[in-house]
DNA sequence: CTGAAAGCGCTTACAG
DNA sequence: CTGAAAGCGCTTACAG
């Protein structure tokens, strides 16, 4: 019963010529009311809907945004950060408030990536969320810059490329979540993180972190930054390393709540407790982070906000208007494993 | 610098035809080698793309699939069930395996929603995940068959309408859980998750529940079961209910594990200890699971093998063959929380 | 194996 | 306000 339905049908009907229809359907001031009216029942009546392929390669523009999430290789379809997942319902929120469809990809950085969606006329634009390594990264970034793609990211301010970012300012919400634990009485703050050119968020929050030990005259040895990528396991086993190398601690800062997470059991398996042997405080503020026990203090990076501003930067410059950069502030969320309250 | 690049010029600087290059970019076996290298070579050099809403308008079909995410109407984006963002990730990577491109909208059951993908020429075929109200929703599927939309759902076996689902065995899988608890001695097992008709996997994992201690001749009187939706916090307050209500309970079957792990918080908050007191087990294996305090035993459904088998049969019904309800097995992750460990 | 031609279903100048 | 016509960039019979 698919016999396809077009907007010639439609005027046949409604006694009007194609042109009108088509009109009438966007609804076209340049259309009678009544004859507008008249012709959108009987779309309605005929279950018309107009063929999306056709309209998009007559206007050349596709009403679609392409979304682009990197994670590191890896086949287990349970290692999607679930922040980034939180991002991405809030940008398809936004799309879809913005009249765009979104379409998804997951990328592994080991593929022929920045798959052309833009020059394929699927998508007006990009949205980049993570990446694999930073520095391999930012080669793809010249490419996609080279080829005039539309795109906006994820992170922290690119620096000598001309690449529109939104992000959280990650210095000042390291700064907070060490100042935290300091506030506290903490006097051997250990970070879990890769605090490198390969990880800029982390490396942000790792010099936030070190300058808020800075400013309370607290020493932050290299015994007490521990590389972890942002996964439980391996906030896990950072952790455990650190505890078997009988250092000092008394504190830590996970630069991601699953970073955090791992840590926390690492804790508990080791048989100490936490806040009360251990305080932990973490980044992103995760659905679960309310969850875990204790409940995980965290810097909270607004989501929601997020996706908003990613999806208004990219139109805007589908627009042909010029966007900056953003950086929004994150919040400390306050819960038990920092024993605070 | 975008002047557009078409197959004409590709043509041209071949010195073939335009049909020559179409299929040449193909890989039509119609094309002798040695022109189709020549033709993908200059292809390459002048980074030409095929514009997918020509392509797609004329050999009518969109290389694409749409997922549409039921939840209920909620502006919290945190809110997103993991357990489907697992499933996105692998039912992304089951269609970028098949060369399609996925369109991702979530959808509140308030809107008009089964978008019309497949009408407007967009998607190929639609994947539909979860639901609010399944009355309701039952509704829209009665629409979509209607309409000969190509599409399948992940979820128990709809009764009485021409659905394909894919789905697990909630039944067997509640079975499975209820009776891990008693095997365990357990005599006060208490189920948490709505049971009734507008949710049939819970109600299936419901009647699982009930059948195990059948036979293990146990009781299953209703004080013991108490409805909620699957999140953390409807899963905290039912338990936190129970609780107050001074019904004895040595166990809990939560039906999701994030009703499971927010039970787990409620036991914790009432001053007692998981497993010792109340042994939980949950249903789903997200991935938090195996990091909370302790860690939950759960009825794992295979997300992996879920995404796979849905973009399969949604292929199949698109190529034009039938296909039936799949039902894969559940496996029981045990952890702590049951006290087996 | 290759080419000339038709046509997918729209939108948009252009003319009135 | 409306219509006739062109054309977006491909794929696919059709003919050779």
Known sequence: MKSK????????KAG????TVSRALRNSPL???ETRLKVQAIAREL?????????????????????????DPTNDDSMINPFFLAMLG???????????????????????????????????GIILLGYGDFVDYEEKLKQLIEQNTHFVRWGSEVKHLPVVSVGCDNFLG??????????????????????????????DRYLGHCRALDDAAIGHPESLQIDAVSTEDSGYQAMKELLESDTKVDAVFG???????????AIHDHGLKVPNDIAVVGFDDIPISGYTYPPLTTAKQDTTLAGELLVDHLL?????????????????VVRKSCGAA
């Open 31 to 33: 259309v009678n009311e």
């Open 90 to 124: 809030s940008i398809t929120r936004a799309c879809a408030n913005a009249g765009y469809d979104l379409l998804v990809s997951f990328q592994q950085m080991a593929n022929d990536w920045y798959a052309d969606y833009e020059d394929t006329h699927k998508a007006d």
């Open 174 to 203: 390291g700064y907070d979540a060490t100042n935290h634990l300091i506030k506290l009485g903490k006097q051997h703050i250990a970070f879990i993180g890769e605090a490198s050119e390969h990880a800029p968020e982390f490396q």
């Open 5 to 12: 339905i077009t907007s010639f049908d439609i005027a046949y």
């Open 47 to 71: 279950n018309y809907k107009v063929d999306k392929n056709a309209s998009n390669l007559r206007s050349q523009q596709s009403g679609t945004i392409a979304l682009l999430l990197f994670e």
């Open 316 to 332: 805007k410059m589908i627009g042909g208007e010029m966007v900056g950069t953003t950086l929004m502030p994150t919040t400390m």
């Open 16 to 19: 009007v010529s194609q042109s």
């Open 255 to 265: 630069s991601s709540d699953l970073i955090a997470i791992g840590a926390m059991k």
